[in-house]
């Protein structure tokens, strides 16, 4: 007999323990970002809502790579950019972004942005992603196109019209920059980022290829995002991953 268990969706007695778990997600995280190439220099950040204190949230060091980050590395901001807790300072841009869309957004509790390669060469078309796959699915109707670079986000008014486009929708494509994926969990957010980032590689692939793509119908797509694209499938999808890397590098949870 197995000792392993199906997963559950978990249920905390306090917000100590729901911020523990959430910080334990995060970190893992990043080494699975890590693990997928998301890396860019100092670029790229998840956030984190605290579970007591909804105006903090958690987020990577500035300047720390994805693939050393433990839960006790994580820093935690205030709504004006001050890191109430931890010594490394927080990225600009991960402020900036990421206060204007836990502000606009109650039901955002994580946010995830990173310069992956696939996303970032997708986001120079100026295209939102097709219905190509039952996997891009999960994007249907539910991303959106932000179609305005003005150069390295460093202020709030950029962040607020990025989490304005950004809308009530799961994702969004920053034109010449790279993709942005919330959720209702860190999960949630990483697995959306990682199938993202997954889909902009096979539509490339897939369109150069030199043939037409065909896309999958409206009414099915439509019935396929219910089915891969709700809060719980994004949530279940990143619990193997989450195993793995947890199996694979233990420190991640000290
Ligand atoms: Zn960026």
């Not at 729901?18 to 080494?31: L, Y």
């Not at 205030?78 to 010594?87: A, I, N, P, R, S």
């Not at 202020?155 to 993709?179: M, T, W």
């Not at 891969?228 to 619990?239: H, I, L, R, T």
């Amino acid at each position: 007999m197995s000792d392993r268990k199906p997963h559950s969706y978990p249920r905390f007695d306090s917000p100590d323990e729901e911020r523990t778990h959430m910080k334990q997600r995060m970190a893992a995280a990043f080494r699975l970002f890590d693990r997928f190439g998301f890396n860019e220099g100092v670029a790229g950040h998840l956030t984190g809502r605290d579970p007591e204190h909804p105006e903090l949230f958690w987020v990577n060091p500035f300047g720390l790579s994805f693939g050393l980050i433990r839960v006790s590395d994580l820093i935690c901001v205030d709504h004006e950019g001050k890191v109430v807790e931890g010594d490394w300072p927080v990225n600009t841009a991960a402020f900036a972004i990421h206060s204007q869309i836990h502000q606009a957004r109650p039901d955002v509790k994580a946010a995830a942005h990173t310069h992956s390669p696939y996303g970032r060469a997708w986001s120079t078309l100026g295209r939102t992603l097709d219905p190509l796959t039952q996997d891009s699915c999960a994007f249907f109707e539910d991303h959106a196109l932000f179609d305005d670079f003005t150069g390295v986000v460093l202020d709030i008014e950029e962040g607020r019209r990025i989490a304005d486009a950004l809308d009530g929708n799961k994702a969004a494509i920053l034109r010449n920059h790279g993709l942005l994926t919330v959720g209702g969990t860190v999960d949630e957010a990483a697995w959306w980022y990682i199938t993202m980032e997954r889909t902009c590689q096979v539509q490339l692939m897939a369109e150069a290829a030199h043939g037409e793509p065909v896309c999958i119908d409206e009414e099915q797509a439509r019935r396929t995002a219910k089915m891969v694209g709700n809060p719980m499938a994004g949530w279940y999808s990143f619990q193997p991953l989450y195993d793995k890397i947890v199996a694979d590098q233990p420190d991640l949870l000290d």
